[in-house]
Each structure stands twice: as structure tokens, then as C-alpha cells.
């Protein structure tokens, strides 16, 4: 996770050095912002952890969010924003820069003396929750969480979620997953992978209830069912050359569609090495916001897998499988074969599974 933090004062100058300093001991990466005449000390030693702010708040804001015409800028920058200072210059500030909670970033307001981190915005899917207990724990502060789930102790099911890097198929399901647990409502629980840890209360494992949570990488019908999908699947391509991203998606969808998986699930494209400035590869990757991976033929070659050999692949590229071997090599260590390899019009799909575990992962960690 990536940090900024800003301050409107000297005091609040002392507090963002602290918060800096305890976040990147903690391994997280934190940048600094204010203004240089809170930071005349460090100007003279040379020696400044502050990027120097020329700009007001709420144009600064505006760059983190992506929202300047600045080219060089584009998407968000950081995960979580930390205002030192009044709420009210927090929420003035990314007030008009925000779009939805599940892709907003994380954000903090700390007072300047350092006593209360509150979670302002995104506390469950951002991590703004999680966020303000690590800045509370650096500062000193309480920790202010008000979101209803936390409040009560029930486990929110995106915050779970997303600790777990799992994405949530539906906003309006993971509602009433939550509104069923704060009226003491049993949530159903399913998983197509084991647990690395207990699972949270107030959900029933494998009993269906009037809501149910089920951790897949496959699609349902159940209008009841709410799916978290964990990204661990590699798409395996060969294509011939100059095939269109158009094509290729066609193809990789079709296949998808087919076994009844969904595409959420995919955490990148993989193929021959002979193909990494392929230009529909690289677009279908970059629409897809997922890295493109690739081998060269005798790593291709290395792998010990059943796969289904062509030999005019073979006088091409070196190996007689590009896209089976492609997807094992892409999905690591102790991957499968989930989709085999699949033929269409000038291009072949196989998907490869990872080894996969529900396990904690903290997302600001």
C-alpha cells in the first residue's frame, strides 16, 4: 500500500515526520506534503522527508485521485490519504473527487494534536479502518471507526473480503449480507478452497440461509448467492501474429463463458516470449489491467504436465505447446490445468489454476 500524508501547520508538521517515519518502519510506503515554511529545519540540514506543497488541498487532492490534466497522472496515486488537521478540510477536499466506494482510496483525518485518527472515507473495501489503527497505534491516537459492522463487532463481509484480496461480485448482496448479520441473521458460507483460518462469525458453513457468502472463481445463478472471487487464475495464449486484442478477448471469453468461470478471477496473461510485444496481447492485457508473463521455449519445455502437442507449434516457436505450458508456468508452483487448451480461429486458450488458500493477506500491509 502506498501513503500520503498532508499537513496545514507546523504542529501538524511534527505529526506528519512521526506518522512518516512509523509507517516506513512498518514497511509500508508513506510520502510527506506540506508547505516548506513548516519545514525550515530540514531545509537547512538538507535533509526533507516532505514533498513541498505549491498547491491548495483540494488541488492536490484532485492529483491523487487522477483527476488533473496532467498527463503524467493518471489513476490513482496512493491508497490511503492521511489530512492532518480539521474534517472539514478533509471533506471539502475530496468531496468532489469521489466516484465509488469500491475504488476510492483509503481516508484518515488525524487533529494536529495527534489525538483522534478517524476513518473518513472507504473504511471497509480502501482499508480506511484498518488504516486508522496503524495511524492511531504510530500517533498515540484513538482510533474513531463508526461503520455499523465494526461498531458492533461483526465481521463486515468486503472488509474481510478485501484483507483477503478477494473481489466482491456485488455491492447490493454484500448489503444484506451485512444487514443480516446486524439483525442477527445467519449467513450462509461456502468455499471452493480450504481456510487458512477460522471462519468469521455469524456465518454457517455449507447451510443455505436467505443470504450466503461462497468463495469461487465460478459463476452462479443464485440471485442469493454473493461470490468472492479470488484473482488466481493465468490465461495460457498463442495466437498468430497481428491477431487483434478484439479477437483474442472473443475467444478468451468464449472459453470462459464456457466452463462457467469468471473473468474476475483472472491475475494475468501468460504466453511464449516470442509473443511479449505482441500488440493484441499486450492491449488485451492492459484492458484487462493484468500483467502479461511469458517463457521462453525451454522453459516452456520444462514443464512436467500432460499437454496437447502440436507439431506445426513445435517448428514455429521451439516447443509443441505454448498455451497449457504458458498457464502452469504462469499460475507457479503446484498450479493445474482448470481449462484445457481450447482451438480457435488463430488463437488457443488454456486457463491454470494457482495453489490457493484463504488466508489472511492485510491489504494496507
Known amino acids: ?10 504542529m501538524g508538521a511534527a505529526l506528519c515526520r512521526k506518522l512518516i517515519k512509523g509507517f516506513r518502519e512498518l514497511g509500508i510506503e ?3 506534503y506540506g508547505k516548506s515554511r ?45 489530512y492532518i488537521g480539521a474534517a472539514g478540510i478533509a471533506v471539502r477536499a475530496v468531496g468532489p473527487c469521489l466516484k465509488d466506494k469500491m475504488t476510492d482510496p483509503a481516508v484518515v483525518v488525524v487533529d494536529e494534536a495527534g489525538r483522534y485518527a478517524i476513518s473518513l472515507l472507504s473504511g471497509h473495501v480502501g482499508g480506511a479502518n484498518r488504516l486508522a489503527e496503524l495511524t492511531a497505534q504510530i500517533a498515540g491516537a484513538v482510533p474513531v471507526i463508526t461503520t455499523a459492522t465494526d461498531v458492533r463487532g461483526i465481521t463486515a463481509v468486503d472488509a474481510w ?3 483477503r484480496g478477494l473481489k466482491i461480485t456485488s455491492r447490493h448482496l454484500a448489503k444484506q449480507v451485512s444487514a443480516a448479520l446486524l439483525e442477527g441473521k445467519p449467513v450462509g458460507f461456502y468455499s471452493d478452497f480450504s481456510l487458512a483460518e477460522p471462519m468469521p462469525d455469524g456465518y454457517v458453513w455449507g447451510k443455505h440461509q436467505d443470504i450466503n457468502v461462497w468463495i ?8 442469493q448467492m454473493l461470490r468472492l472471487v479470488p484473482p488466481i487464475l493465468t490465461v495460457g495464449i498463442g495466437c498468430r501474429k497481428g491477431v487483434p486484442a478484439s479477437r483474442i478477448e472473443e475467444e478468451v471469453e468464449f472459453v470462459f463463458r464456457e466452463a462457467g468461470q469468471d473473468k474476475q478471477a483472472v491475475s494475468r496473461i501468460a504466453s511464449i516470449d516470442l509473443k511479449k510485444r505482441e500488440p493484441g496481447l499486450c492491449e488485451l492485457a492492459e484492458r484487462w489491467k493484468v500483467p502479461l508473463s511469458t517463457f521462453s521455449a525451454a522453459e516452456l ?16 516457436t521451439g516447443t509443441g505447446n505454448v498455451c497449457e ?11 493445474y490445468l482448470l481449462i484445457r487448451k481450447h482451438v480457435g480461429d488463430s488463437v488457443t486458450v488454456a486457463v491454470a489454476a494457482e ?8 491489504k494496507i500491509q
Request: with cysteine; glycine share 10%; proline share 2%.
Open 301 to 316: 519445455e520444462n514443464v512436467q504436465a500432460p499437454v496437447q502437442e502440436s507439431a506445426f507449434v513445435r517448428r514455429v
Open 30 to 32: 508513506c510520502d510527506g
Open 1 to 10: 500500500m502506498r501513503l500520503a500524508v498532508i499537513c496545514f501547520s507546523r
Open 161 to 163: 473480503a478485501a484483507d
Open 216 to 223: 469461487t472463481t465460478r459463476e452462479t445463478a443464485d440471485k
Open 325 to 335: 505450458r504458458a498457464a502452469l508456468l504462469g499460475a507457479g508452483d503446484g498450479s
Open 38 to 82: 513548516f519545514f525550515d529545519e530540514e531545509q537547512e540540514k538538507g535533509d526533507l522527508p516532505i514533498r513541498l506543497l505549491k498547491e491548495s488541498a483540494g488541488e492536490w487532492t484532485r492529483r491523487q485521485f487522477g483527476h488533473s490534466d496532467d498527463s503524467t497522472y493518471n489513476g490513482l496515486i496512493y491508497d490511503g490519504l492521511i
Open 355 to 362: 495453489n490457493y488458500q484463504v488466508g489472511k493477506e492485510q
